[in-house]
């Protein structure tokens, strides 16, 4: 089992930026793609982006390329998701997860957060 616990969520203004954290505890952090993926009400779960486990490889939705950057330090089993120039259309609840393999697809993700609330204000 891993359990993950997201912070960082608020409420930000247009163009703004926050940076959000995922805690890993449980089995070996080190062994999992890490994944962020967010939903917004009415609206289906949506990829984000996504980590490899040893931070080689990374890829972002199109919606987020350019002004989120995701990180992780393996030595603090926490996954990042920084994010710049937000807008109203980032908002949601932003979920971190946990999987064996490298992909943007829900469902290859076994372990997930709570979530942590993102508010974008125009």
């Known amino acids: 089992q891993v359990q993950l616990v997201e912070s960082g969520g608020g409420l930000v203004q247009a163009g703004g930026s926050l940076n959000l954290s995922c805690a890993a505890s449980g089995r070996t952090f080190s062994n999992y793609a890490m994944a962020w993926f967010r939903q917004a009400p009415g609206k289906e779960r949506e990829f984000v982006a996504v980590i490899k486990w040893n931070g080689g490889s990374r890829s972002y939705a199109d919606s987020v390329k350019g002004r989120f950057t995701i990180s992780r330090d393996n030595a603090k089993n926490t996954v990042y998701l920084q994010m710049n120039s937000l807008k109203p259309e980032d908002t949601a609840v932003y979920y971190c997860?946990?999987?064996?393999?490298?992909?943007?697809?829900?469902?290859?993700?076994?372990?997930w957060g709570q979530g942590t609330q993102v508010t974008v204000s125009s």
């Open positions: 997860a946990a999987g064996p393999i490298y992909s943007s697809r829900w469902p290859s993700y076994d372990y």
